[in-house]
C-alpha cells in the first residue's frame, strides 16, 4: 500500500496493483457454444508445465472468463490486447476478488470477533472462552454456530473501491483502500457498472 494525494490536497491511502495486459485467447458466442463470453489469459508459464490442449492458446499462467448479457456482442478479437489504461479510469468505481490471507486454526477471539470473558470475580482462564454455546432446549449444536476454526484463505471480494491513477506506462492501477490477500496475490478487478 502507499499513500496517493488528490486533487483536492487531501490524503488518501491506495493498493498499488500491477495489471498485466490481458490477452483474449477465445471468443465464445450463444451459436456455437450457447453463451456468449470472452476469454482472456495473462502470466506465463514454461512450454513444459502448460498442457497440449491449452499450448495453442499460448503459454498463460492464468486463464478467466466473463460471460456477457443476453444479446451482446464483443468486438474484441483473438489475439487482441487490454491494457489497464484502456479499461480503467480516474475515479471508476470496481469491485476487487482475490484469496485473502490464511491464518490457520484461530479461536473465536480473532476470527469471529468475540470480546471474550471477564478476568475478575473469580474467573481465571476465560479471557478468549467462546463462552456457553447456548445449550438450552436443544440437544445438539446448531449449524452455523460461531466457533474456533480455520480462519482465511477464502475468496473475498471488496466492493466500491475508486480508482485514484492510473499508470499506463508501467501498467500499475492505484486503488483507493485495502484489497485482500497477501503481495502477490492474483487479483481480478472488475468494473461495477
Known amino acids: 500500500m502507499t499513500q496517493v494525494f488528490g486533487e483536492d490536497g487531501r490524503v488518501y491511502p491506495a493498493t498499488v496493483l500491477v495489471a498485466a495486459p490481458n490477452t483474449v485467447t477465445q471468443v465464445k458466442t450463444a451459436d456455437c457454444d450457447g453463451y456468449a463470453a470472452v476469454q482472456v489469459a495473462c502470466g506465463t508459464r514454461k512450454e513444459k508445465n502448460v498442457n497440449k490442449a491449452q499450448r495453442s492458446k499460448g503459454f498463460f499462467g492464468h486463464f478467466r472468463e466473463y460471460r456477457m448479457g443476453n444479446g451482446e456482442t464483443t468486438s474484441l478479437d483473438i489475439g487482441a490486447q487490454i491494457r489497464v489504461g484502456e479499461a480503467f479510469m480516474p475515479g471508476d468505481v470496481v469491485a476487487v476478488s482475490s484469496i485473502s490471507k490464511a491464518k490457520g486454526f484461530q479461536g473465536v477471539v480473532k476470527r469471529h470477533g468475540f470480546s471474550g470473558g471477564p478476568r475478575t470475580h473469580g474467573q481465571k482462564h476465560n ?66 457498472a
Request: aromatic residues 2%; without cysteine; positive net charge.
Open 127 to 192: 479471557e478468549r472462552a467462546p463462552g456457553s454455546i447456548g445449550g438450552g432446549l436443544r440437544r445438539r449444536v446448531p449449524k452455523g454456530m460461531r466457533m474456533a476454526g480455520r480462519t482465511g484463505g477464502t475468496l473475498t471480494t471488496v466492493k466500491n473501491l475508486t480508482v485514484v491513477r492510473v499508470d499506463t506506462e508501467k501498467d500499475l492501477l492505484y486503488v483507493r483502500g485495502a484489497v485482500p490477500g497477501r503481495r502477490g496475490t492474483l487479483v481480478e478487478v472488475r468494473g461495477t
